[in-house]
């Protein structure tokens, strides 16, 4: 079985595919990544270069792919960054095609438009994650795509979780919610908040102060990897956030621009401290 990431993706670092590929192929899972913009490096370096990949293009790539009987073999698709608005086509074509050669087959929208308050996308890729949105069955937004997804920001937990529902009320089942810093998270810390069905569960963990361009693809391909293994949710939440947070910090330890994946993918893949996520009512 195999997983098809439909991101971006980078020729030097780790972010969109570049980070979701590796974690995955680490955990032993067959990945089939389609870029949907190709740069040099991450823009945040500055001076990167490439573009988006035309739709055309994904799409004659998904016709190779139906013709060598893959979507019979695919456990899930994983969307990060569009690229582009016409990309929305694409994933569900890619959907369609899974569902339909694997009942079983999961649809990962992890719905990238920005952070702290800013958006990098335009309003029509805002409008097509809108779309992604409502047929996933997974969704894991950070806090200010939650917000552009619902139109209410959270201030507490109780706020957030009440905000979780109403994004399950768009359509998917699992909302995950990363990185949330509420008036009652305890200073130093941050929640991630999961709900699935009418259960939910928070994971208390320290903040670190260095921002991670990554992070969160990492984060999205980890809970997909673990949520496979056994198809619950509160288990997956406290390896992924374990994992992600593993890496985190040998990435902070060292200094280093890029997460440091390879130095890390042992403790990644086996994290040492899980801690136990605890029920939200």
């Known amino acids: 079985m195999g997983i098809l990431s439909i991101q971006s993706q980078v020729v030097a670092g780790h972010v969109g595919n570049s ?52 979507f019979a073999q695919c456990e899930a698709v994983i969307s990060g960054y569009l690229g582009s608005a016409e990309t929305e086509a694409v994933v569900i074509d890619a959907i369609r095609r899974a569902k339909a050669a694997n009942p079983d087959s999961v649809y990962y929208c992890d719905p990238v438009m920005g952070d702290d308050g800013r958006a990098y996308v335009g309003h029509d890729i805002v409008t097509a994650m809108h779309n992604l949105a409502a047929i996933a069955d997974i969704l894991t937004p950070n806090a200010y795509e939650l917000s552009l997804l619902t139109g209410i920001t959270p201030q507490t937990r109780a706020e957030a979780l009440q905000v979780l529902r109403a994004a399950q009320a768009l359509g ?90 390879i130095a890390s993918q042992t403790q990644m893949l086996s994290p040492r401290h899980i801690l136990t996520p605890e029920p939200m009512a």
């Open 19 to 70: 980070a979701a590929g590796f974690a995955l192929q680490c955990a032993g899972r067959d990945v089939w990544q389609i870029p949907t913009i190709l740069l040099s490096h991450h823009p945040g370096h500055g001076g990167a270069q490439g573009g988006s990949m035309p739709a055309a293009l994904l799409i004659s790539l998904l016709d190779g792919m139906a013709s060598r009987g893959r």
């Open 172 to 261: 998917p089942g699992i909302v995950v919610l990363t990185g949330f810093t509420g008036a009652d998270t305890p200073p130093g810390a941050i929640d991630v908040l999961a709900a699935d069905g009418p259960r939910a569960w928070r994971v208390t963990q320290p903040r670190l102060a260095q921002k991670f361009s990554g992070a969160g693809d990492l984060f999205a391909a980890l809970f997909l990897n673990f949520w496979l293994e056994k198809r619950e949710t509160d288990t997956a939440l406290a390896q992924a956030c374990a994992a992600t947070h593993e890496v985190l910090s040998r990435t902070a330890e060292t200094g280093a621009d890029e997460l440091a994946l």
